[in-house]
């Protein structure tokens, strides 16, 4: 009986840990992704898109500077943006 026990709560315990290293594996994959993808579709140039990661970085791990850094994009696509859904909307 206690056998069996045990071998249960090491069963779950080694379950547990199993899914909390798969959890961290996949967590760590997409945070990879997404470092890759940030701010590279918004930029033409490869070049200023390996500058602006160099600042991001350089700036801290917090990354306050995205905030600001989205805000820009977004004002100076606004009108384009805008024309778009006028356009495309009618």
């Known amino acids: 009986m206690l056998g069996r026990r045990l071998f249960a709560v090491v069963l779950v315990v080694v379950v547990v840990g199993f ?6 594996v996949v967590v760590a994959l997409v945070v ?6 940030l701010f590279s579709r918004d930029f033409q140039h490869i070049d200023d898109v390996v500058r602006l990661w160099d600042g991001l970085f350089a ?3 917090d990354l ?27």
Request: glycine fraction near 2%; proline fraction near 0%; hydrophobic fraction near 60%.
């Open 19 to 24: 899914v909390v290293i798969v959890v961290v």
């Open 32 to 37: 990879s992704r997404w470092l890759l993808v």
């Open 59 to 61: 700036d801290g791990l």
């Open 64 to 90: 306050d500077l995205i905030d600001y850094i989205f805000i820009a994009i977004l004002l100076f696509l606004k009108d384009d943006r805008m024309y778009d859904l006028i356009t495309y909307s009618l």
